[in-house]
């Protein structure tokens, strides 16, 4: 535990940002451009960071895996981004957005990380504006704002259903203007394979490989910044992008980075189901449906069994034979409770019988009454994109018949352990975004992900990676041809190599699958110990095989998608495990970790504060040895610690 | 379903490529194309061969990787749908396929199916942004914009940057895509301030690039996944005549 | 790849446009004055008498060819350079134009080109004294342009041709006259329905104008 300094300025919660700035080092404006700073990711917080830094005057170099910036999965966020602006005059503050994170997160983030983000919350928006981004206004001329699960204020803003998207482009029209100006260098489609930590214990470079050429290439700087996203593919099936991955974290991890709270993991609640075995990839639709959409199955299990043989259509069951189940249970919230509120319940109900469509996994979201209420164009206007996209893949007319949806992983709220200033425990290694333990805790609210990529990115790396590099000018420029380079890129391309002589009979997807199905059936919405410990031994065995039997056609020079595919499904082979032992080891219900055992008499989620108010900082010791688990426990000094309700405001 | 496939092989950007036969067989409605080429990929992996190399990444319409030219299309027949949110259901059990990468001079292909796009970049590099740089901007509410207006630059910012207005144009013309974000930024009073070098700065790298000319035949707007319309065209041209006379 | 065109591709196609809406205005001037034919043989010689001796309209020809040969020396450029844009063709490319005969503007033009140079042969230069055997004579010694008109659409030959031309004149017109709308960036939902519209009608109303003069004198209706 003494290992663990989350370096937390002193002072009240309000002015601990303020006082960091205040007493932060600073680099000279002369001497930033001989700084060389290593940004890997262009997502809402890899670009912004980029950008920023790139702005300040500092020598940055920027991976992206995708053919350009513009593609990261940044992109597909759709719903919105929280501020606390207040400009609905609904009582909205920042204590009150710090507040709601905390509590969503179940009391699991780290308090000041949390109130930053709620903090620079504002400038975020303003940020944005100044940029061109065409945010959602009213006929005055002004923003507009809606609401969103776990908030009783309208504090969300957006462009259409493309908010994520609009951010993006913003942070990648930045970036732009910073390449254009000289200060960022972009490569495009690198992918990290590997961290370069030298021997005095700093971070100084990355092993890239050029996915075109297939040629491994070093890249050195004073500090490397990592911004790669989640790892909710290891899952197989997720909202993720295919080439979404926990790669970059995960090899930060087997070089010295704790890795935080895997274990908890978003279950978004309106997903559209799954429909086969062949599915890549799971369809998001925006949890902003639920602001208009009452969630829905039949009360009676024979209805349900007769919905599920299509013997009778959704809208033949009588309003007095529905179960609005979010509505029943949460009276306060509703429909816009919580994600991982609303997953668990969408499950419990399939679980129960009650659930619709051909697998019986998947409840109704049911707009009608807003249809009615608001008229077609209305809606149309609000969710026309959301519904041409469903009726594209499920071939219904929402329209018509309520949409039919099923949690799917979405967010990883753990990742790599950062300090306050988003440095791991590697001095120069820093991680923004989704890649890092966040500021969630163990739930994520909507609209709060973008806001926090956005807000490490423009408002909180720029200022800490300055005070990390203020004393590194003397330092000079760092050569790839050091002993730890060298070593560093054999290690990787010995893992090519050995990939490469597998010679299996299995294709890399053949794993990834049957490693997903045992990850959802053991580590996914609900979890207990007995599923947990089989589940361990369950992706111990996929590993074995898959380095036994995995088949990775052509050679290692030039693109080959299977190389890389089976690079990163070798890392979920082990992310995995550690995501088990994590959830094994967490005797309690958080957030998204939700045990079995640690539950209500009702079912709702039972946390063990005296026990688990820490963060779980896995540390790597070496392959063959169990990781050991670090501590930095949670103190709550400006926030009450309650038991999360729902049920009443 | 069965299908029979016609896809476009090169082996590099050097190389000479042609159109190979592949069959697919007892595939469902219900799967997406990218799923059919992900199955038809598995098998050749099994037998020993190369996959099929492909763009995609999001896999639900928004991130503007996938770009295959199918049967005549960019994105296949649907309107409005892109490569991945197109479904086997389209399609007719026993039906032959055409599958080939964009074709333009800027968009040099890779490996089969892919190709580079970096010369959009490119262009939004040349003037594609607003010059604002982190912190010192005013308040979001201190610039009222009207509805209309921000209604339509959400309309042209909705590009995805796919490439297939390009991949569609006879003349393989990149206008609607340097369009959309010039009116993007014409629309709103921020980016009124540099509006002028931003068109100027924009068409003449896309020129230098290499893209054809915009004849106006409007297929662009037809084939693109976000229905990204050609007034932008217009709107961009007249701002050209107002940068060059003003 | 980094040649510096001296224009523009807008730059080049504005002056296309503007070039091609003064050609369709020299259009509806050069019906109008054909019509007369179908009225009156001495109109329409005063017309022609007119046109050859104004000062103004003498200038203006020169105008005019300065017109078409800018149009026609950019439309060429601009289409090498479409041609060049994409070196490698689909092997299986849908009907995507939305504007249906946008996609053989390079054809119809260059066939209007051919066709322009056999009518200032059949009577421009007939007119000028550089081929033939001069404009025939009225009874009072003026020249009779109605009488060259007549007596060349008696050869059915010529007939057909013309017709066959003028349809893809219009072909040309339909694209050209809303296309050059839109470059000059005159585009705008509320009217823009309505221009293409107009565009439509003119290349029907033009292209029926210019069709029925050769047809009414070879079938003796006028």
Redesign the interface.
């Known amino acids: 535990m003494t290992k663990i300094n989350s370096k937390i300025p002193e002072g009240p919660i309000a002015e601990k940002w303020t006082r960091y700035k205040e007493h932060q080092k600073l680099v000279n404006p002369a001497n930033k451009r001989k700084i060389e700073i290593i940004v890997v990711g262009t997502g809402l917080a890899g670009g912004a960071a980029a950008a920023s830094l790139g702005e300040m005057g500092f020598s940055v170099k920027v991976f992206c895996i995708q053919d350009s910036p513009r593609r990261a999965h940044s992109i597909a966020a759709q719903g919105g981004i929280n501020a606390a602006k207040n400009y609905p005059n609904d009582g909205d503050t920042i204590y009150r957005l710090f507040y709601d994170t905390v509590k969503g997160g179940d009391y699991r983030a780290r308090e000041s990380n949390t109130y930053r983000l709620a903090e620079v919350s504002n400038n975020i928006i303003d940020q944005c504006v100044a940029q061109g981004v065409p945010f959602a206004r009213e006929y005055s001329g002004y923003l507009a704002n809606r609401s969103f699960g776990g908030a009783l204020v309208s504090r969300t803003f957006y462009a259409r259903g493309q908010t994520g998207q609009q951010l993006l482009l913003g942070a990648y029209g930045a970036l732009s203007k910073e390449i254009k100006r000289g200060s960022v260098e972009l490569f495009t489609r690198r992918e990290m394979l590997d961290l370069v930590v030298m021997k005095d214990g700093r971070a100084r470079g990355i092993i890239v490989r050029n996915l075109f050429t297939g040629e491994l290439e070093r890249y050195s700087a004073h500090a490397v910044l990592l911004a790669t996203g989640g790892y909710g593919n290891v899952y197989f099936l997720s909202t993720n992008a295919m080439t979404s991955n926990g790669s970059a974290a995960w090899r930060a991890y087997k070089r010295g980075a704790y890795f935080a709270n895997p274990c908890y993991v978003q279950i978004h609640p309106t997903c559209i189901p799954v429909h086969g075995e062949y599915q890549s990839k799971l369809t998001l639709m925006s949890e902003s449906l639920r602001n208009d959409g009452r969630i829905w199955v039949p009360k009676k299990k024979e209805d349900a069994e007769r919905i599920r043989k299509k013997e009778i259509r959704p809208r033949d069951i009588a309003e007095e034979d529905r179960d609005y189940y979010l509505e029943r249970r949460y009276p306060a919230f509703g429909n816009l409770a919580p994600r991982d509120v609303s997953s668990r319940a969408a499950k419990e109900r399939c679980d129960a019988g009650y659930g619709v469509g051909p697998t019986g996994l998947a409840v109704f979201l049911d707009l009608k009454d807003a249809i009615v209420r608001l008229g077609k164009d209305v809606i149309k206007a609000r969710y026309g994109n959301l519904f041409d996209m469903y009726q594209r893949i499920v071939d219904d007319d929402p329209y018509e018949t309520p949409m039919m949806i099923y949690p799917a992983i979405h967010y990883t709220m753990g990742g790599l352990w950062v300090d306050y200033e988003l440095q791991s425990n590697i001095p120069g290694l820093f991680v923004g975004g989704e890649a890092n333990f966040s500021d969630h805790g163990a739930n994520r609210l909507g609209a709060s992900a973008i806001m926090q990529g956005l807000s490490d990115g423009y408002f909180v790396l720029p200022y800490t990676m300055q005070n990390y590099l203020a004393d590194q000018i003397a330092v000079g420029t760092i050569p790839t041809d050091s002993p730890e380079f060298d070593d560093t890129e054999k290690d990787v391309r010995a893992r090519i190599d050995k990939l490469m002589a597998v010679n299996g009979k299995e294709t890399v997807d053949y794993f990834h699958k049957k490693l997903g199905h045992v990850m959802w059936d053991h580590v996914g919405m609900a979890r207990n110990k007995a599923g947990l410990e089989e589940g361990i031994k369950m992706i111990q065995e996929v590993r074995k095989e898959f380095w036994s039997n995995v088949r990775v056609p052509g050679n290692p020079n030039g693109i080959n998608i299977e190389l890389e595919k089976a690079l990163r499904v070798s890392d979920f082979l082990e992310l995995g495990e550690l995501m088990a032992r994590d959830a094994l080891h967490r005797e309690e219900s958080a957030g998204g970790h939700f045990r079995e055992e640690y539950q209500t008499p009702d079912g709702e989620a039972m946390r063990n504060d005296k026990n688990f108010m820490y963060v779980a900082a896995w540390e790597y010791p070496g392959d063959d040895k169990e990781p050991i688990l670090n501590k930095e426990e949670l103190n709550y000094e400006f926030i009450e610690v309650k038991t999360r309700n729902y049920k009443t405001a | 379903m069965d299908l029979k496939l016609k896809i476009w092989r090169q082996a590099s950007r050097n190389e000479k490529g042609q159109f190979v036969d592949y069959e697919v067989h007892n595939i469902s409605p219900d799967t997406s194309f990218l799923e059919m080429i992900d199955i038809l990929n598995d098998e050749l992996v099994e037998k020993g061969g190369d996959p099929v190399a492909f763009d995609h990444d999001c896999r639900e319409g928004i991130c503007g990787m996938c770009s295959m030219f199918i049967n005549g299309h960019p994105h296949g027949p649907e309107a409005a749908t892109t490569t991945c949110q197109l479904h086997m259901r389209k399609f007719k059990d026993g039906e032959t396929i055409v599958i080939e990468p964009w074709r333009a001079r800027p968009f040099p292909v890779i490996k089969d199916l892919v190709v580079d796009r970096s010369a959009f970049d490119e262009i939004i590099r040349a003037g594609g942004y607003i010059s604002t740089t982190t912190g010192g901007v005013p308040d979001a509410n201190a610039i009222p914009i009207k509805k209309v207006n921000a209604d339509l630059a959400m309309d042209a910012a909705a590009c995805i940057g796919c490439g297939a207005c390009v991949a569609a144009c006879k003349n393989a013309s990149a206008m609607l895509f340097v369009s959309a974000k010039v009116s993007q930024f014409a629309l709103l009073p921020q980016g009124k301030v540099e509006a002028k070098d931003r068109v100027k700065d924009m068409v003449a790298k896309m020129d230098e690039l290499g893209f054809g000319n915009c004849t106006n035949t409007y297929a662009c707007e037809a084939e693109c996944p976000k229905e990204i319309s050609i007034t932008n065209i217009a709107r961009m041209n007249r701002q050209f005549i107002g940068a060059k006379l003003g | 790849?980094?040649?510096?065109?001296y224009y523009?591709?807008?730059?080049?196609?504005?002056i296309m446009s503007l070039m091609g809406l003064f050609l369709v205005t020299f259009l509806v001037v050069h019906l109008t004055l054909n019509s007369f034919l179908l009225f009156n043989n001495n109109l329409f010689n005063e017309g022609a008498h007119f046109m050859g001796t104004n000062v103004f309209i003498q200038i203006f020809q020169w105008v005019l060819f300065a017109g078409f040969a800018i149009h026609i020396f950019y439309g060429i450029v601009?289409q090498i350079?479409?041609w060049?844009?994409?070196?490698?063709?689909?092997?299986?490319?849908?009907f995507?134009?939305?504007?249906f005969f946008?996609?053989y503007?390079i054809y119809t033009g260059l066939l209007i080109l051919i066709f322009l140079i056999i009518h200032l042969g059949n009577f421009f230069f007939v007119k000028m004294g550089w081929v033939g055997n001069g404009v025939p004579l009225t009874s009072n010694g003026e020249e009779n342009m109605a009488q060259l008109v007549r007596s060349l659409f008696q050869n059915g030959g010529f007939v057909a041709f013309y017709v066959i031309m003028f349809l893809l004149m219009g072909f040309h017109l339909d694209?050209a006259f809303?296309?050059a709308f839109?470059?000059?960036?005159?585009?705008?939902?509320t009217y823009?329905d309505f221009i293409k519209g107009l565009s439509r009608v003119y290349a029907i109303v033009v292209t029926l104008g210019f069709v029925i003069i050769p047809l009414f004198i070879y079938f003796k209706i006028v």
């Open positions: 790849m980094s040649y510096k065109p523009s591709s807008v730059t080049k196609k504005i601009l350079q479409n060049l844009s994409r070196p490698k063709g689909y092997k299986r490319r849908a995507m134009e939305e504007s946008s996609k503007m694209h809303q296309s839109q470059t000059l960036g005159l585009n705008h939902k823009w």
